[in-house]
């Protein structure tokens, strides 16, 4: 019996143990997320935005307008998605996609992203980027920028939308499932970095890797 309590009582303490670490990666990773949105300030020498929200977009042209940028790239878009297509839906991108804006049409998700941002980045010679997404997918968006464009200078800029309000996202079905997939999602990623990360302080890749058409939008 005694050996039974004893067995027992390690799976509750080990269940307990595992219920409260599950707990505070929940905990921190909400507190990586951004509430409410803040103004851009400083300058950097790029920017990314990175497709999947309706905002990003519109908020990364308006940070290039504003001069906070010198160059933009727009990562993951749709192959289908054209220049025109760009300033018709964002119309503040006129006087900017020829000479400032190259679309990514490589990127099918976030690691994606920041492999073609990383050739962009070569490319230009950058060594400052505002990052652009919205507030619940930054956290896993900086881990892949971060293992990707190591030494780069990355300033985050999250986009809040209706679904990535923190306050109250439990009593809305479509963020709680959001937050929750994210979340998850967010410790693979930060798990597979971990393993195949290469020694700290290792340069970027090879300029010889080939790279994104800056002028792809022009």
């Not at 839906?89 to 690691?111: F, K, M, Q, S, W």
């Not at 400052?128 to 956290?139: A, D, F, Q, R």
């Not at 693979?188 to 020694?199: D, E, F, K, V, Y």
């Amino acid at each position: 019996m005694s050996r039974i309590l004893t067995v027992a009582t390690l799976g509750l303490s080990l269940c307990l143990a595992g219920g409260l670490a599950l707990a505070w990666s929940f905990g921190s990773f909400l507190d990586r997320i951004a509430a409410v949105e803040t103004p851009v300030t400083g300058h950097t020498e790029g920017a990314v935005a990175l497709t999947g929200g309706a905002d990003r977009i519109a908020d990364a042209v308006e940070i290039l307008a504003q001069g906070h940028a010198d160059k933009l790239l727009i990562t993951g878009v749709n192959p289908a998605t054209t220049p025109g297509e760009i300033v018709r839906r964002t119309p503040a991108a006129r006087g900017l996609i020829d000479c400032c804006i190259a679309l990514g049409y490589d990127a099918a998700n976030t690691v994606g992203n920041a492999a073609e941002t990383e050739r962009w980045v070569r490319a230009n010679h950058i060594r400052s980027l505002i990052v652009v997404t919205s507030n619940y997918h930054m956290p896993r968006a900086l881990a892949e920028m971060s293992s990707a464009l190591p030494g780069i200078e990355l300033v985050p800029h999250p986009v809040v939308s209706e679904h990535g309000r923190l306050h109250p996202w439990w009593t809305d079905a479509a963020s709680t499932r959001l937050i929750l997939w994210e979340w998850i999602k967010f410790n693979a990623a930060t798990l597979r970095i971990g393993i195949a990360s290469p020694p700290a302080g290792e340069p970027l890749a090879e300029a010889g890797r080939a790279a994104p058409r800056p002028d792809r939008a022009g």
